[in-house]
């Protein structure tokens, strides 16, 4: 309604107003006769003087309200981006759920009966020419490992391990890095659970990614993880105190490409601190979309 008034009609109109009061009273002056004996010159110069100044507090409060006007339209886009955000973040999480129930349910079972009948037919063929001995047993190999590979797949889609929050998992996969590596680890939270479930499996494979890296490259006798939340913003840091990375900037592989391209599609950064001998940092920076009515979501 306000931006009605800062249309030109209006303004032309609120000024001749004010130039035909100012008329008015003027022809009133003059009519009144030797009652009142004003100057023509000096009584011309007043009421310009009120139309400038009428005009120019109508040019301030045409500022003040397009500049309120301005921050509004602000304020409502970036409520609209945040709760678009948010919908998309939500839709893509109950899509990974989906794929992952089909592939479970439909593929695994697929696989899981094919494995059944090589084994039947593996055990009624017993005995039978070394070749077909060995064909049965590669095709079981081979079942076995598309097995593994769905598997991997329907874990990266929605690991089981967050449906107890973020915080256990990343605890959960810190004792098993350092059970099977012997690096000592240490972890600081300082996020709440919904900032937490906001982008659980990014952060879940940036830690799983930054852990084999350093178990393979880093030579660490030390690593700490810290998640924070810096007012719309969460913060993940994955520090060693390894070699470091060779090269300027350092080279990545495909896992941290990979990553990268992940971080970037949901709207964060994220980058590697590396001196050689001096240890690696990543840290990622993940934007926190103001989602009413969050809670996490259900298989």
């Not at 005009?55 to 006007?69: G, S, Y």
């Not at 992952?100 to 349910?105: A, L, S, V």
């Not at 840091?237 to 990553?259: A, E, N, Q, W």
Request: hydrophobic share 45%; net charge neutral; charged share 20%.
């Amino acid at each position: 309604m306000l931006h009605r008034w800062l249309r030109l009609p209006y303004r032309l109109s609120i000024l001749a107003c004010l130039a035909a009061s100012a008329l008015a009273s003027l022809h009133a002056g003059h009519a009144a006769g030797p009652l009142v004996q004003a100057d023509p010159s000096w009584s011309l110069m007043t009421v310009c003087a009120l139309l400038l100044g009428a005009l120019a507090l109508l040019l301030w409060r045409q500022h003040r309200l397009a500049l309120r006007l301005q921050a509004l339209e602000q304020q409502r886009a970036d409520a609209e981006q945040a709760r678009l955000a948010c919908e998309q973040r939500k839709a893509r999480e109950q899509e990974r759920l989906r794929i992952g129930r089909d592939i479970h349910d439909d593929l695994g079972q697929h696989l899981l009966t094919l494995k059944i009948d090589l084994s039947m037919l593996q055990t009624s063929t017993h005995g039978a020419t070394p070749l077909l001995a060995r064909q049965l047993a590669m095709m079981a190999h081979n079942v076995d490992l598309s097995i593994a590979a769905l598997r991997r797949v329907i874990h990266d889609l929605r690991p089981p391990a967050l449906d107890a929050g973020l915080q256990a998992a990343c605890d959960g996969l810190l004792a098993d890095f350092q059970r099977s590596t012997g690096i000592d680890c240490s972890c600081e939270y300082l996020l709440d659970a919904a900032a937490g479930s906001a982008h659980g499996p990014l952060l879940y494979h940036a830690l799983q990614e930054g852990l084999a890296n350093i178990a393979r490259h880093a030579r660490a006798t030390h690593v700490q993880l810290c998640l924070q939340q810096v007012g719309d913003t969460l913060a993940c840091r994955i520090s060693d105190d390894g070699v470091g990375l060779s090269g300027s900037p350092p080279r990545l592989g495909c896992g941290l490409s990979g990553m990268h391209e992940r971080v970037a599609a949901a709207g964060g950064s994220l980058h590697i601190e590396s001196l050689s001998g001096a240890g690696t940092t990543l840290r990622l920076s993940l934007p926190l979309a103001a989602c009413p009515d969050e809670s996490p979501v259900q298989g």
